[in-house]
């Protein structure tokens, strides 16, 4: 986009009011600030990036920012908070790096005295993040900070199922989703993973689970009579349904904000990004569970289902 002064041409052209982009890097910051536009907006698919809440003067040191733990978890957490503050740094001073290449990209193209996309950053109007402050953790915030969680959730009541799932749901006593998203396809789950869970699908008869699964052909005579696999699951008809009982997730934050609103319990593995974060909040809302990638186990993946299902403090 840089390079192509047709398109810098255009935006200048159009005279836009206010542009929208999202938390990834801060290219469209330099575009924004080129072509003249007055008003911009930062979003966010998850809840608010600690390095831009940094970024933007709120951060959220532990000291205020306070996890309900006796004395004795708080010394065993000790050596965790010192590698998480590690890791909070080493992600801000990268976040600060890749701002550095890109103000110099726009300086090669632009001139020296293009402004340092980090500042530019600094000063945005709004930040819009997909959160709620009801059931996210706390944190010291701004006005400018707006939080719009669940804007993609659908209020309606669930749609009539398809004859694929509804004739498997009427049969069941309860309905268990399972969904790792499309960023990490199930195709590619670890053997062992499988193997966990199929067996902890065979151990509930009475209960039909749906797997989103890529190639569900692959897999077609692994699968427990009470299982079925497809490509696509109506995620939001099922969990809203009557006899839904839960969901098996990596805990992508639109998947939390679907089972707290449908009003299921979900066992979240979190694998990367701000997953195991959410994994954590739904354990702490109690929610959910969060079965940590280390743990899955046919013995424990068993144990977390036939809590998603019987724990009725969930």
């Not at 944190?139 to 959730?153: A, C, E, H, Q, V």
């Not at 062992?192 to 897999?219: C, G, T």
Request: aromatic share 10%; net charge neutral.
């Amino acid at each position: 986009f840089v390079r192509d002064k047709e398109f810098i041409s255009h935006v200048e052209t159009s005279k836009y009011d206010i542009a929208f982009t999202h938390m990834y890097n801060f290219c469209p910051i330099g575009i924004i600030h080129l072509t003249k536009i007055p008003t911009w907006v930062w979003l966010n698919s998850a809840a608010l990036a600690d390095y831009v809440a940094n970024l933007i003067g709120v951060p959220a040191p532990p000291s205020y920012c306070q996890h309900r733990m006796t004395f004795v978890e708080r010394v065993k957490s000790f050596m965790g908070h010192l590698l998480n503050n590690l890791c909070t740094e080493l992600y801000a001073h990268s976040f600060r790096m890749t701002a550095d290449k890109e103000t110099a990209v726009f300086r090669k193209h632009f001139g020296n005295d293009f402004p340092d996309l980090y500042d530019l950053a600094a000063r945005l109007r709004l930040v819009m993040v997909n959160s709620d402050e009801l059931y996210d953790f706390a944190r010291p915030t701004l006005s400018k900070i707006i939080n719009i969680g669940g804007i993609g959730t659908k209020s309606k009541d669930a749609k009539q199922l398809k004859q694929e799932f509804a004739t498997r749901v009427e049969q069941a006593k309860g309905v268990v989703l399972m969904s790792f998203g499309s960023f990490a396809p199930m195709i590619l789950m670890p053997e062992h993973w499988k193997d966990a869970y199929l067996h902890a699908f065979a151990q509930f008869p009475d209960i039909q689970f749906f797997l989103r699964y890529e190639k569900p052909e692959e897999n077609a005579d692994r699968l427990p009579p009470n299982s079925h696999a497809a490509k696509w699951l109506p995620q939001t008809d099922l969990l809203q349904h009557p006899k839904a009982l839960g969901l098996i997730s990596h805990g992508g934050y639109n998947s939390v904000q679907d089972v707290l609103h449908a009003g299921v319990p979900i066992v979240a593995t979190g694998l990367f990004g701000d997953q195991p974060r959410n994994a954590h909040l739904v354990e702490r809302l109690g929610v959910g569970i969060n079965l940590r990638k280390s743990m899955i186990s046919k013995e424990t993946v068993t144990e977390e289902i036939r809590r998603l299902v019987n724990d009725e403090s969930l």
